[in-house]
C-alpha cells in the first residue's frame, strides 16, 4: 500500500506537465510559430486551472439557486443551467482561441488533441513510474481485486475509503468475499464458521413459517458463494501440507444449513 501511494502521488505531481506537453504538442500543429511555445503552454494550464476554481465557486453559489427555481418556475432553471453550462463550454474554447490567436474550430480541434496526447502519454508515464517505485505488481493486484468478475468496483472503492456496510453479516462477507488486503484459506474458514454462527443467531429471530427478509436471503446466497469458493480452494490445495485440525474446511452441516435456508427462502411466497 506504500508503493501504490508513492505511486499515485508522484502521478498526481506529474499529471500537470504531460498536459502541458499535450497543450504544446496541439500549438505545434495548430497556432502560429511564435506562438508555440513552452511557456504559453504553462500560461495555458494555469488559464484553465484559475477557470477551474472559478467554476467550482460558481456551481457551488449557482446550484442552490438552480435547484430553488426548478421548485417554482421550473423553465427558468432550465434556462439558467443551460445558460451556465454553455458558458462553461464556450471558455473551455476561448481561453485557447485568445491565448494562441486561432479560430473557435481550431480551438477545438486544439483541445480534443491536448486530450489525445495527454490520454496517450499518462498511461505511459504511469508505467514508468510503476517500475521506478517496484509497484507495478501492487497495481497489477490492485485492478485484479477490483476487477474480480462479479464484483461491483464502486463499492469496493467505497469500502476502500472506509464506508462500511451497516450491517456486521454484510461487512463480513464483504471481507471474506473481496478482502482488501491478502488472506489465507485458514482466514476465509474462519470466516465461513463465524458466519455460519451469525446466520444460525439471525434466524431465530424471525416468527416461525414467515418468510425470512430479502436481505437475508440475499446474505444466505452470498454465504453459499463464499462455501463454494473456500471448498474449490481447500480442494485444489490437497497437495499441500494438510491443515491443522483448527482450519478444516467447512463441514456438511455448514452445507446443508445454507442450502436448507435457501430451499425454504425459495419455497415461501414473497
Not at 414467515?210 to 490437497?238: G, I, T
Request: proline letters at 6%; one cysteine or more; charged letters at 15%.
Amino acid at each position: 500500500m506504500q508503493h501504490l501511494m508513492k505511486f499515485y502521488l508522484i502521478l498526481l505531481a506529474i499529471a500537470p506537465f504531460v498536459q502541458v506537453l499535450g497543450y504544446w504538442v496541439a500549438s505545434k500543429a495548430l497556432a502560429e510559430r511564435d506562438k508555440a511555445t513552452v511557456g504559453n503552454a504553462f500560461l495555458l494550464w494555469f488559464y484553465y486551472l484559475i477557470f477551474g476554481v472559478v467554476v467550482a465557486v460558481a456551481m457551488i453559489i449557482v446550484l442552490p439557486i438552480v435547484f430553488g427555481l426548478s421548485r417554482n418556475e421550473p423553465q427558468r432553471a432550465w434556462i439558467a443551467g443551460a445558460g451556465t453550462l454553455l458558458t462553461i463550454f464556450l471558455c473551455i474554447f476561448l481561453i485557447p482561441m485568445k491565448l494562441y490567436v486561432i479560430g473557435f474550430f481550431r480551438s477545438v480541434l486544439f483541445v480534443i488533441l491536448a486530450i489525445v496526447v495527454y490520454l496517450t502519454a499518462i498511461p505511459g508515464v504511469g508505467a514508468v513510474v510503476a517500475v521506478a517505485l517496484g509497484a507495478n505488481r501492487d497495481i497489477a493486484a490492485l485492478q485484479a481485486v477490483i476487477m474480480k468478475p462479479g464484483r461491483n468496483p464502486q463499492q469496493f472503492m467505497q469500502r476502500l475509503a472506509g464506508q462500511e456496510a451497516p450491517d456486521e453479516i454484510d461487512r463480513l462477507l464483504d471481507e471474506a468475499l473481496d478482502p482488501i488486503g491478502p488472506q489465507t484459506l485458514a482466514d476465509r474458514e474462519t470466516a465461513v464458521r463465524i458466519l455460519q454462527q451469525k446466520l444460525q443467531e439471525r434466524s431465530r429471530t424471525f416468527q416461525p413459517g414467515a418468510p425470512p427478509p430479502a436481505a437475508y436471503q440475499n446474505q444466505l446466497k452470498r454465504y453459499l458463494q463464499l462455501l463454494d469458493e473456500v471448498k474449490a480452494e481447500k480442494a485444489s490445495s490437497a497437495n499441500q501440507p494438510a491443515a491443522t485440525e483448527s482450519s478444516r474446511a467447512p463441514s456438511k452441516a455448514t452445507t446443508a444449513f445454507a442450502h436448507g435456508w435457501i430451499q425454504f427462502a425459495n419455497a415461501m411466497p414473497c
